[in-house]
């Protein structure tokens, strides 16, 4: 019988330790991720075999299992998935499943599912060298971007944050929440909650981040978690004020690549946005992590 739990702080240490071994740079197996969307998406976690399992309640589409996160054959993880779907009286289904999962999924049980993919769940994965530079053609309008920023603000700052100015970075947040207040939904005030939970918890979630200041004024944060050693994942990234038309995303997005030891950052999904998604393509990916949901060709309860 599977034990779920609501993921807490005290979970981090053997989800890190399994995640960092699995070698998967999906947004959604960052630990920090399951952490602060717990309640946006209700998650829950279980420890099996050494698996990592998750269950989503389908909130803002996404809903059932994750594939066991591990190293090893899953077979007996998906198996007592299987068993844990008869017990819930719920059809068995998968999400954010990557293209290597889905396969595995397919062999595991032929002939079971239907996959469907949402452009809006793919993970955009660049170049770390090639954002802290951005050298050759391809960026030179954000170097260019950058280049305004410096030439408007020559007294500029940039700091890594920590315990002596987390407090700025929660003060960005919340000027950038009262900034777009007009285009607030029930998503913007879940990410609003995570943002500060994630600045008050900095230091136990094992994040990382920068602070952009303008006239030692805070005007931009960022804050990231490594997925395994060559990948960090980059949470949240705000802007505010008139910085925001004079280079600051395009400051802070670089400045803070250059102070990570990594080969890829993560930058999440577009969730769907025209203008996020042309945003991400605006840095050139080097690739797109796509994520597939998989429902039962019946739905009935799981056999």
């Keep these: 019988m599977l034990e779920w739990s609501t993921p807490s702080i005290s979970d981090g240490d053997w989800i890190r330790k399994i995640i960092a071994e699995s070698g998967n740079m999906g947004s959604d197996v960052s630990f920090a991720n399951m952490y602060l969307l717990r309640e946006k998406y209700d998650i829950q976690i ?18 059932g299992y994750t594939f066991p ?46 996959f469907e993919s949402n452009p809006g769940d793919s993970d955009y994965i660049y170049s770390q060298e090639e954002l802290a530079n951005l050298a050759g053609k391809a960026f030179h309008k954000k170097k260019n971007h950058f280049s305004k920023f410096v030439r408007t603000y020559p007294e500029y700052r940039f700091e890594q944050i920590g315990a002596a100015n987390w407090q ?20 913007q005030k879940k990410e609003y909650a995570a943002v500060k939970e994630a600045l008050e918890h900095f230091e136990q ?33 705000k802007a505010v004020g008139e910085c925001v038309t004079n280079g ?26 025209e203008g996020l ?12 992590v796509k994520k597939y949901n998989a429902h039962l060709k019946t739905q009935d309860i799981a056999k």
């Design 168 to 187: 700025d970075a929660v003060l960005v947040e919340d000027m950038w929440y009262y900034e777009h207040l007009q285009e607030e939904d029930e998503s």
């Design 277 to 288: 998604r042309k945003a991400k393509m605006s840095y050139h990916p080097k690739m797109l």
């Design 248 to 273: 600051a995303y395009a400051a802070i997005n670089r400045l803070f690549a250059q102070t990570l030891n990594c080969t890829w950052l993560n930058r999440e999904e577009d969730i769907g946005i």
């Design 46 to 63: 279980c420890s099996y075999r050494g698996f990592l399992l998750r269950h989503y309640n389908g909130y803002y589409g996404r809903k």
């Design 69 to 114: 996160i591990g190293t090893g054959n899953p077979e007996k993880a998906l198996q007592a998935l299987k068993e844990d779907a008869k017990k819930r009286r719920e059809p068995l289904c998968f999400c954010l499943l990557t293209e290597e999962q889905k396969q595995m999924l397919e062999e595991f049980f032929p002939d079971t599912f239907v």
């Design 205 to 237: 979630l094992e994040l990382s981040g920068g602070l952009l200041y303008v006239n030692d004024t805070p005007a931009a944060m960022t804050v990231a978690s490594y997925i395994n050693e060559d990948t960090c994942d980059i949470h949240f990234e």
